[in-house]
């Protein structure tokens, strides 16, 4: 049973580029997670994909936006990116029938932004 | 805005040792606090909480809710370096949405 997969695990981007990041969720599962996790402090949600729409958003800005797709993947795009932008990227899944909101994460995208 | 603090930041022990961590919230519509350890990269799921008074327990792990005081607390018996990482603090919503803490670091030294 596969766990949640993320793609890339390492990338380094410059100031004002575009990076796209993507995620698998573990089997069954239908609701993605998008956190952000800065050196020394704890994940920073994002936003969440269920049934293909966001349906809650964090305190990011509009350069963050994603997708989720049919097969319930996922993506995040960051656009412009500034240097604070560097970080721990986590995705998390779990199911949102049965009330159950235990996440199951997957082992993040380390970004640098240079 | 939903709010979760856990201290201490940062906790160096000793094998053999008993630690307590801490957590409290504020949140709109409760409807779990979870713990999770994080050693390397992915945070890994120790426990769920969802009524008060009723400790949940993984053998030297052990957690607990008071929902009337907003707060939880995760004690590690005999402590072994294998226990060493940041252990994360969240509250989950009605909505689905999960608020973390910053997470303590625990040091466990031979």
């Known amino acids: 049973d596969a766990g949640v997969t993320q793609s890339p695990t390492h990338l380094i981007k410059t100031r004002g580029q575009q990076v796209t990041l993507r995620c698998s969720p573990k089997?069954?599962?239908?609701?993605v997670s998008w956190y952000q996790q800065a050196l020394g402090q704890g994940p920073q949600f994002i936003f969440q994909?269920?049934?293909?729409?966001?349906?809650q958003r964090g305190n990011f800005p509009d350069r963050f936006s994603g997708h989720q797709f049919p097969n319930y993947s996922s993506e995040l795009n960051v656009n412009a990116l500034l240097l604070g932008d560097s970080a721990l990227y986590l995705c998390?899944?779990?199911?949102?029938?049965?009330?159950?909101?235990?996440?199951?994460f997957g082992s993040g995208t380390r970004l640098t932004v240079v | 805005e939903d709010k979760v603090v856990q201290s201490p930041l940062s906790l160096v022990v000793h094998e053999g040792d008993t630690v307590t961590l801490n957590c409290s919230y504020e949140?709109?519509?409760?409807?779990?606090l979870l713990w999770y350890k994080q050693e390397k990269k992915a945070p890994t799921f120790l426990f769920m909480l969802?009524?008060?008074?009723i400790e949940k327990k993984s053998g030297r792990l052990s957690s607990i809710l008071d929902k009337k005081e907003l707060f939880s607390i995760l004690n590690i018996t005999a402590t072994q370096t294998g226990d060493s990482a940041v252990y994360l603090c969240?509250?989950?919503?009605?909505?689905?949405?999960?608020?973390f803490g910053d997470g303590t670091t625990l040091t466990v030294k031979p």
């Open positions: 998390a899944s779990s199911l949102a029938t049965g009330r159950i909101y235990g996440y199951t």
């Open positions: 089997s069954g599962h239908d609701t």
């Open positions: 994909y269920y049934e293909e729409e966001e349906r």
């Open positions: 949140v709109t519509n409760f409807r779990s």
């Open positions: 969802t009524s008060s008074g």
């Open positions: 969240a509250v989950a919503t009605n909505a689905g949405k999960s608020t």
